[in-house]
């Protein structure tokens, strides 16, 4: 039963997406990631410029897997009732840039 104030539409997005999240990490795409960027960055192997460039197709690639179901987080959202302890620990100021 979806959670009170959400639409059925929307908890069943969110269960989707937590279904993608546990597949992508059962599938290790960030760890294969950092294990292929650590060899780019050993200098102690030498590889050959077109093995060089698959390394970098692989991440690219993988990174952009993971992007598509696991964006980027832009915004933080706040919910239920705001505590006024909460508001004076932690103050947002904007600046023009």
């Known amino acids: 039963m979806p959670a009170s104030g ?3 539409a ?3 997005k969110r269960i989707r997406q937590e279904a ?3 597949q992508l990490a059962s599938q290790k795409h960030v760890e294969k990631v950092v294990d292929s960027i650590g060899k780019l960055e050993d200098l102690n ?9 698959r390394l970098k197709a692989a991440i ?3 990174l952009k897997l993971i992007n598509k179901y ?4 832009k915004a933080t959202e706040h919910s239920g009732q705001i ?5 004076r ?3 947002v100021s904007f600046t023009r840039g």
Do not use: G, M
């Open 60 to 62: 690219d690639s993988r």
């Open 83 to 87: 505590d006024s302890e909460v508001i």
């Open 45 to 53: 192997t030498e590889l050959e410029p077109n093995n060089a460039n």
């Open 70 to 73: 696991l964006p980027d987080l």
């Open 6 to 8: 959400v639409s059925r």
């Open 10 to 12: 929307a908890e069943n």
């Open 89 to 91: 620990k932690h103050r």
């Open 20 to 22: 993608l999240r546990d």
